[in-house]
């Protein structure tokens, strides 16, 4: 299974930071999988932001939850991050990750490459 991450590298404070990740080798649709995201802030460490299950469930931090939106396209195998009003401190490297139940928070199953997106004005 590959996983692409894909969306603007460049955001402007209090806008909406939205990713896709393109999964291929695989259906998003797998049971038992749980498709996380996961980002790395500069000179921090990991942190987990929500997954989207085989079935659709969602769970997220509960620090970012009220900023947090994961969704699905099946047709299209993709899943989507969305963080509303976005601030300097969301700039990071994003993943996209694939998990179980019990190691979502950090995947070992496939990830995306990265991709880096910055919030500034």
């Known amino acids: 299974v590959q996983l692409q991450e894909s969306g603007p590298g460049l955001i402007q404070p209090s806008q909406t930071l939205s990713l896709t990740c393109t999964v291929s080798?695989?259906?998003?649709?797998?049971?038992?999988?749980?498709w996380s995201w996961i980002r790395r802030p500069p000179g921090k460490e990991q942190e987990w932001i929500g997954y989207i299950t085989s079935t659709g469930d969602t769970y997220y931090r509960p620090d970012l939850k009220s900023r947090t939106s994961i969704s699905r396209d099946t047709s299209k195998n993709q899943f989507t991050l969305q963080l509303n009003s976005a601030t300097p401190e969301d700039t990071a490297v994003y993943y996209c990750?694939?998990?179980?139940?019990?190691?979502?928070?950090?995947?070992?199953?496939?990830w995306g490459q990265g991709t880096r997106v910055t919030v500034s004005s």
């Open positions: 990750a694939r998990g179980i139940h019990s190691d979502y928070t950090n995947p070992k199953g496939s």
């Open positions: 080798g695989g259906s998003i649709t797998r049971d038992g999988a749980y």
